[in-house]
């Protein structure tokens, strides 16, 4: 008898409630029952996003709402800021390409996080810049970016933040109206404790002003269409009814938690599992860590993609390994949506079995001790 | 007590094995298990395709499949053929208009199937025609086209033919080897018995010729990626894994059925709605009926919406009513997806009582009546 332990940076653990609402017999999407439950899971997300703003969802993966982020607010001569520090930040410029939008990239090495000096400059450069394209969370890296700061530059200039917070939104503060951020997209299987297919957005005044004015293709994505039905709990598309109802329970929980109070719990996990990683002797691979993820720099002698397997088939845990260059290089924990502390020991006990078993020389316990401080210092704190 | 019953043309009601699989707990987009299941949901789909051709699949409604049959085939320069004959070919043309494609349509009166010799005569007046997109069941209407004659004109011209299958599927034969189409999309709400969220897209080798001409700008809907990743059990974005699992519970009753018997049985449950319907002296709207919906066009004296509304009261069931223009004048009784002979009896007896109530002069039992007569012939025959 194993269990199965999910510590990936989406999809994350699902709510039992909100597993059980999805085996519920479907309900139409246009009966009143629906309509009541998209306004009620569109309120609620404005909590989440920390906005007064409108929120809108889609039936997508996140990358939908990213690809539709540029799509609906663009035009085909823009020029546009795109800050790559991994996988997906390069995914903004991917996209802004795919559309014939011409980017200036900030290449930031993977595991640090972007300079804002370094995009004022360049905001100085190039007056025209429509946008700027950046990430709350790199999930490839584990990296939390300072939105706050590059907000504090686009805000006052006649130019868009966009930030995917795909993996970031509901663990790492994002304040959305505070900061003056323009338009926010994220998913439902990170910080959201939902399955994948559901992606949601929200844009302030300025944002919809450019929408007004944009040009390039766009039809399933429409942020419009999207945000006008949705307003009467309504849809252009059949959306994914049994998502949605998994979405709103775990909106329910976030929402009795208050947000404030899930953004300090991800803050303590992470804290913890940080603690636990420098306890164990290994480097933490993001320069500025985020709430979401830990990610962890493996020595060379290590296997990262053997260890993790040798996780899951022996202890049934999943972690999330690295992408495209930092395949094999780092082992990535998360601690994101339906976790708590007695998960995040899981998580590093299980992490220093495995090490020791293939050979590595940790002092077994330490992992869990550093974590178990940190969990006491935050109670008694 | 009252049960809820759904006769609506998707979201159509789902199996209880596939709504229990959605409760289990979540399984990373990575795991070899996943892996495993999008092979094999993507195998089982060739059968419901009836098709040698690779299957593709995208997080999204029907509609993003509608789009990227359109921006994955199509380049900016291109003219196509648009079946115009309701809401849903009306959507091929609006699409291929987001995206800056010209469009020759073919409108048809709403309620009846194209005449493909009017197809011809435009295929010959415009050679260079790229694509022509057509419906299989005009869902709004209830029609069935005629695909496997357009396909006789378009396999020995240089026109691809790209089939809408969304509700028909699983429920209208649709040859697409045998007949020689060139794309067909579909997606999981409708006879595919899932939760909506998934959509399905298969292409033979003319059509992926056309992909890679193409020019138009496409990412998320990028059909090469979703192709070549799910040939390796991958995808290219979080997919909705938890509707993977549901749509493998309902392939596997498809393909345990046989796809050849899926339809028959729709076609039987068709054909005894359509019976019970003449019986009790209403017409049909359709002139051509598809399988999957039957649409009942209603006197002018009764008020199809406050219909539905005492219907779902009154009765707990759901039938759909008339979309745009036929907005209150029909009713869509749907018998797709996971629905039985029993269910249809449901459906017809509950409409009988519902239409007396609103003071119709109906024969009673007449409907139910001769919709056990069609069953019985079928047992005997």
């Known amino acids: 008898m194993k269990k199965k332990w999910l510590f990936t940076p989406g999809p994350t653990p699902i709510p039992p409630e909100a ?20 306004k009620d899971v569109l309120e609620k997300l404005k909590h989440v996003f920390q906005t007064e703003n409108d929120v809108l969802f889609l039936t997508s993966s996140g990358t939908g709402a990213m690809e539709g982020a540029v799509a609906n607010l663009l035009s085909r001569e823009d020029k546009v800021i795109v800050v790559r520090s991994g996988k997906f930040g390069e995914r903004w410029g991917e996209i802004c390409t795919a559309f014939g939008v011409e980017i200036i990239p900030i290449d ?33 890296t584990g990296v939390l970016h300072d939105i706050e700061a590059l907000a504090r530059l686009t805000r006052v200039r006649p130019t868009l933040l966009v930030v995917d917070a795909v993996s970031g939104l509901g663990a790492d503060d994002l304040q959305m109206d505070n900061w003056g951020v323009d338009v926010v997209v994220s998913c439902a299987q990170k910080g959201l404790m939902t399955p994948p297919g559901l992606a949601v957005v929200a844009l302030n005044g300025r944002a919809w002003d450019a929408v007004s004015h944009s040009d390039l293709p766009k039809y399933y994505f429409d942020f419009r269409k999207a945000y006008e ?47 636990a990683v420098k306890a164990l002797g290994f480097t933490l691979f993001a320069v500025s860590p985020a709430n979401t993820v830990t990610s962890i720099q493996l020595p060379e002698e290590i296997d990262g993609k053997a260890f993790l397997k040798l996780m899951l088939d022996k202890y049934g845990i999943t972690y999330a390994g690295g992408q495209s260059q930092l395949s094999g290089k780092i082992v990535r924990i998360a601690h994101l949506g339906w976790i708590d502390e007695s998960d995040v020991i899981v998580a590093i ?3 220093e079995r495995g090490l020791i078993e293939i050979g590595c020389d940790i002092p077994l316990g330490a992992g869990v001790t550093a974590a178990q401080e940190v969990f006491r210092a935050v109670r008694v704190g």
């Not at 999805?22 to 009143?32: G, K, T, V």
């Not at 190039?126 to 969370?137: Q, S």
């Open 19 to 38: 597993l059980l609402a999805m085996a519920q017999p479907i309900d139409y999407h246009r009966s009143e029952d629906t309509v009541a439950l998209i």
């Open 108 to 140: 930031v090495k993977w595991g640090n996080a972007v300079d804002p000096e370094a995009v004022e400059t360049l905001l100085d450069e190039h007056r025209d810049v429509k946008a700027v394209y950046a990430t709350l969370c790199e999930t490839s």
């Open 229 to 275: 039905t949705g307003l009467e709990g309504s849809v252009p598309y059949t959306p994914a009814v049994t998502l949605l109802t998994a979405l709103q329970c775990a909106l329910t929980r976030i929402c009795e938690e208050g947000i404030r109070s899930t953004i300090a719990r991800h803050s303590r996990l992470a804290e913890a599992t940080r603690s």
């Open 349 to 351: 006990s299980a992490f």
